[in-house]
């Protein structure tokens, strides 16, 4: 009886197995879905839908509750990434004292997907909606953003100054200072088309100055779907948003130069060239500014200790 109950295991697992095989061969990107899965089921966080009242639903992750005692960090992701960017800060902060939320902007991750450009003012409206929701909307709330969002989060503080403790914004996001690659030369329509797993390849040594180590095919591969999968959606922010997103705006620095804010930027970003923290340092006088030598547009990759080292002197401050 044991005999054919280990038979019957056996094969349950096996037939599990060789279907999880087919869907990775037919749909590769699969296989990212899986690894976002496991990564937060590894992690101290837990991932949740939040549904707004216009029909949109927001996916993010969550650590711990707000409480009086403790410090809420909200973190916004990248152009093309997506909660999982930030789940290495996980082990840095300590559950009693930090309340920490991670969200998928609109077209990225799991959250809504709208087939059209998307303005930033829209943005900004879905961004407003989340925080309310989830009743993070007390002077006590810190924003993080990294790329695109850490003008997203500059730009929302500009629109609500009370609502926000302090800025962290690492490499933030600037058209004027984009650093131009062959690879991204795609034309108007700003959608990018990775054709094979040596622009994959690419695509990742621009993004870490050839530091991430090399990645095994199959995982490349799933990658590259996955990527192409959602350029066109991706394509749509980028579309709304054209040469709005500027993180060098004096008007945009001007509001928000009272508040208390750290700066983060590797000296050898090869996406958002680094030379765009002059004018942010010098309009933010309360700005504490921490160039990471040889340090590469993909800090929570490559620079990840030099980084939350930084992030954390701000933190323990409150």
């Not at 130069?257 to 030379?275: A, H, M, P, S, Y």
Request: net charge neutral.
């Amino acid at each position: 009886m044991i005999w054919l109950l280990l038979q019957y295991l056996c094969a349950t697992i096996l037939c599990g197995l060789l279907t999880l095989a087919v869907w990775i061969y037919i749909k590769p990107s699969f296989l990212i879905a899986i690894w976002k899965r496991f990564v937060v089921f590894k992690s101290r966080f837990h991932s949740n839908f939040l549904h707004l009242d216009d029909n949109t639903y927001c996916s993010y992750i969550e650590r711990g509750s707000a409480a009086q005692d403790k410090q809420t960090i909200l973190f916004i992701h990248g152009y093309q990434g997506s909660f999982v960017d930030f789940l290495c800060v996980d082990s840095y902060f300590d559950e009693n004292k930090y309340h920490l939320v991670v969200i998928d902007m609109l077209n990225h991750g799991y959250s809504t997907i709208i087939n059209r450009p998307i303005e930033l003012e829209e943005m900004m409206a879905f961004l407003r909606k989340v925080i309310v929701k989830l009743e993070l909307s007390s002077d006590k709330l810190h924003l993080v953003g990294y790329s695109m969002g850490g003008f997203f989060s500059s730009y929302y503080t500009s629109l609500y100054p009370n609502n926000i403790a302090s800025l962290v914004l690492l490499a933030p996001g600037s058209m004027k200072y984009f650093v131009k690659h062959d690879l991204f030369e795609q034309g108007d329509d700003l959608c990018l088309t990775i054709k094979s797993n040596s622009e994959m390849q690419q695509f990742m040594d621009i993004l870490g100055n050839g530091r991430i180590p090399n990645i095994p095919s199959v995982f490349l591969t799933a990658l590259r779907y996955h990527k192409n999968e959602y350029s066109n959606i991706h394509a749509q922010v980028a579309r709304g948003l054209r040469d709005k997103t500027e993180i060098t705006s004096i008007d945009l620095l001007k509001k928000i130069k009272e508040f208390d804010c750290t700066l983060i930027w590797g000296d050898n970003d090869q996406i958002v060239d680094c030379r765009a923290a002059v004018p942010v340092k010098e309009h933010l006088p309360k700005c504490k500014f921490h160039s990471i030598k040889d340090g590469s547009h993909g800090l929570l990759i490559t620079d990840i200790k030099e980084t939350m080292k930084f992030m954390m002197q701000h933190f323990e401050k409150y």
